[in-house]
């Protein structure tokens, strides 16, 4: 079994930039890969960013790949996404997760079902 925990969410205004990180603990030798979602009040949880634990493989959604970056600290079982130019329209919880047992294809497609293990999430608010 594996936890996520998400930390580094905020309140900021437009512009500014945040960085988030995923702390896996438990059964962290699984994890192929872990990908970063959002999900905004109302709409569908949507897949931002991925990576892959051993090669460093990263994929981005296009409508943020300008603006975010994935990265990892493998020593510290802990995944990064960093945020600039943020916009009102970037609000949302922020997750973490890792796929299911043989699905690790997902973390380059972000099909959210085919994720298994979640962090609880970590607010960003970003104002105008």
Known sequence: QVQLVESGGSSVQTGGSLRLSCVASGYTDGIACIAWFRQAPG???EGLAGIYKAEGTTYYRDSVKDRFTISQDNAKNTVYLEMSSLKPEDTALYYCAAPRDGRNW???SFVAA???Q???GTQVTVSS
């Open 114 to 116: 085919e994720f298994g």
């Open 43 to 45: 709409k569908e949880r």
């Open 106 to 108: 997902a973390c380059a």
């Open 118 to 120: 979640w962090g609880q």
